[in-house]
């Protein structure tokens, strides 16, 4: 699924994307996440998305 562009979705649609793309599986050492986005939760992370100030693609960029 691509991620909803901040001009046509709401901040709900935003908030359960990044919750259904990483969500955690409750096994580090297989998964990643965590690493990669350095610590903090998903929601944390793309706030900025999830609140509309950043395109998904502008957030995921930092964490590259």
Do not use: Q
């Amino acid at each position: 699924m691509r991620a909803p562009d901040i001009s046509s979705s709401t901040k709900e649609e935003r908030a359960n994307y990044i919750k259904e793309t990483y969500r955690c599986i409750a096994d580090c050492d297989n998964c990643g996440i965590c690493a990669v986005l350095r610590g903090k939760t998903p929601e944390l992370a793309f706030a900025d998305y999830i609140d509309g100030a950043k395109e998904y693609f502008e957030v995921a960029a930092d964490y590259r």
